[in-house]
């Protein structure tokens, strides 16, 4: 069983920053690739960025292209989301995933078949 904990969020005024962190506990010697999907109000969650088991290869979304960095400590287990110029529509939820390193289906926020799910984390920025 992968488990997945997540920092805690929080309130920023537009065009600040935030950095949230989360680290997987699973199998000794795995290491998983990892992403971070957000879900606002009344809206799908959405993939924001992954980085994969090296941390050599990193995919963003368009809205936040240029505005987050996802990174991971070497070959740990733990991956950051560095959040700069933060917009109102940022505001969500934060899910932290990962997923088994041989497995190269699409990132699917409504998969918990091959991905493992952090609790979420709300992440609220202020106009």
């Known amino acids: 069983q992968v488990q997945l904990v997540e920092s805690e969020g929080g309130l920023v005024q537009t065009g600040g920053s935030l950095r949230l962190s989360c680290a997987a506990s699973?199998?000794?010697?795995?290491?998983?690739?990892m992403g971070w999907f957000r879900q606002a109000p009344g809206k799908e969650r959405e993939l924001v960025a992954h980085?994969?088991?090296?941390?050599?290869?990193?995919y963003y979304a368009d809205s936040v292209k240029g505005r987050f960095t996802i990174s991971r400590d070497g070959n740990s287990n733990t991956v950051y989301l560095q959040m700069n110029s933060l917009k109102p529509e940022d505001t969500a939820v934060y899910y932290c995933?990962?997923?088994?390193?041989?497995?190269?289906?699409?990132?699917?926020?409504?998969?918990?078949?091959?991905?493992?799910w952090g609790q979420g984390t709300q992440v609220t920025v202020s106009e």
């Open positions: 995933a990962a997923r088994e390193p041989m497995y190269y289906g699409v990132w699917d926020g409504n998969d918990s078949e091959n991905h493992y």
């Open positions: 699973g199998r000794t010697g795995t290491t998983y690739n």
């Open positions: 980085i994969d088991w090296s941390g050599g290869d990193t």
